[in-house]
């Protein structure tokens, strides 16, 4: 078993930055992979960044290209996900989740979520 946390959070004006973490406890030997997904009230989750763990090859959803970083720690197991000039509509429950079987773009394809971390950001 993997345990997945998430934290940073928060309320933050538009235009301002954010920083979130993930760290994996347990079983992460083997990590292949970690994903960053959001849902706003009343739509489906969806895909923000991932990371794959050999290599670090970075993956982004157009709409925060050039504006969100995801890097990873592996000494800590930890995954970060740096939000720069956010919108209002980054407004979300922010989930990191890890070891996708198959395609990272897919939510239904990992195996261990965190519980999320709400990120709330203002006009």
């Known amino acids: 078993q993997v345990q997945v946390v998430e934290s940073g959070g928060g309320l933050v004006q538009a235009g301002g930055s954010l920083r979130l973490s993930c760290a994996a406890s347990?079983?992460?030997?083997?990590?292949?992979?970690a994903g960053w997904f959001r849902q706003a009230s009343g739509k489906e989750r969806e895909f923000v960044a991932a990371?794959?763990?050999?290599?670090?090859?970075?993956y982004y959803a157009d709409s925060v290209k050039g504006r969100f970083t995801i890097n990873r720690d592996n000494a800590k197991n930890t995954v970060y996900l740096q939000m720069n000039s956010l919108k209002p509509e980054d407004t979300g429950v922010y989930y990191c989740?890890?070891?996708?079987?198959?395609?990272?773009?897919?939510?239904?394809?990992?195996?261990?979520w965190g519980q999320g971390t709400q990120v709330t950001v203002s006009s």
């Open positions: 989740a890890v070891n996708p079987r198959g395609t990272i773009y897919d939510s239904t394809r990992y195996e261990y």
């Open positions: 347990g079983r992460t030997f083997g990590t292949t992979a």
């Open positions: 990371i794959v763990w050999s290599g670090g090859s970075t």
